[in-house]
């Protein structure tokens, strides 16, 4: 069974640091494809990235990075410089090749203060 | 383009009334998601459609809810009666890509039973 594990349930930190949220996937299948959403105050997910489970090069949007490691079954994301904007509920989401499913994690909670 | 479109946004209920949360997906999407999101759970997928057609309801917690999708551009989940627990926000999502394709979500229902 897939499984997707955000283990920090909660981060604070004050503006301008670095953050990285973490999330461990669990499955048996070869070809899969890993998400993260944003889920700011006004409560909308919003999508932020996709990667496939063959792909495993580092991905980098503007303050915003990506680091898939099969290795260890991770696919961890990193805000440079936070804002206060950044604040969040972050979900991190895994869905299998051939399934219409995605599943969630339980989502990390990211406060920036200012 | 207008993007995934819920109603109400917010319904106060008594025990014991239906309750009728309504959706439009986005326009071409053929794969439609509920899901109810609360602290303690999470975000739950409920049922999804595809094509106007139920492809998994396994994750709807009781018969006192239902779903439908009578056409492409329109959906409803239906509580009945409703009860206290079924307190939550719930968030219609759509997309036209299976599970590898980001799912767009609505601005979600937050449901207060009473």
């Known amino acids: 069974a897939q499984k997707v594990t955000q283990a920090q349930t909660e981060i604070s930190v004050v503006e301008k640091e670095d953050v990285t949220l973490d999330c461990v996937y669990e499955?048996?299948?070869?070809?899969?494809?890993l998400f993260w959403y944003k889920q700011p105050p006004s409560g909308e997910l919003v999508f932020l990235i996709r990667?496939?489970?063959?792909?495993?090069q580092n991905e980098i949007s503007g303050r915003y990075s990506w680091n898939f490691q099969k290795s260890t079954s991770s696919f961890n994301f990193t805000i440079t410089a936070s804002q206060v904007v950044d604040s969040a509920v972050y979900f991190c989401a895994l869905s299998e090749a051939g399934d219409d499913k995605i599943i969630f994690g339980k989502g990390t909670r990211l406060h920036i203060l200012p | 383009d207008a993007g995934v479109i819920q109603s109400p946004r917010h319904e106060v209920t008594e025990m014991g009334q239906e309750v009728t949360l309504r959706c439009k997906p986005i326009?071409?999407?053929?794969?439609l998601f509920w899901y109810r999101q609360t602290m303690m759970r999470g975000l739950e997928l409920l049922i999804y459609f595809n094509n106007n057609v139920p492809i998994d309801d396994s994750g709807m917690p009781e018969d006192r809810f239902s779903a439908k999708m009578p056409n492409a551009s329109f959906s409803t989940l239906k509580i009945q009666p409703s009860e206290p627990r079924d307190s939550a926000v719930y968030f219609c999502?759509?997309?036209?890509?299976?599970?590898?394709?980001?799912?767009?979500f609505g601005p979600g229902t937050r449901l207060t039973v009473t």
């Open positions: 990667r496939n489970s063959f792909d495993e």
């Open positions: 499955t048996r299948d070869t070809t899969y494809y």
């Open positions: 326009s071409g999407h053929d794969y």
């Open positions: 999502a759509s997309t036209k890509d299976r599970g590898f394709g980001e799912q767009y």
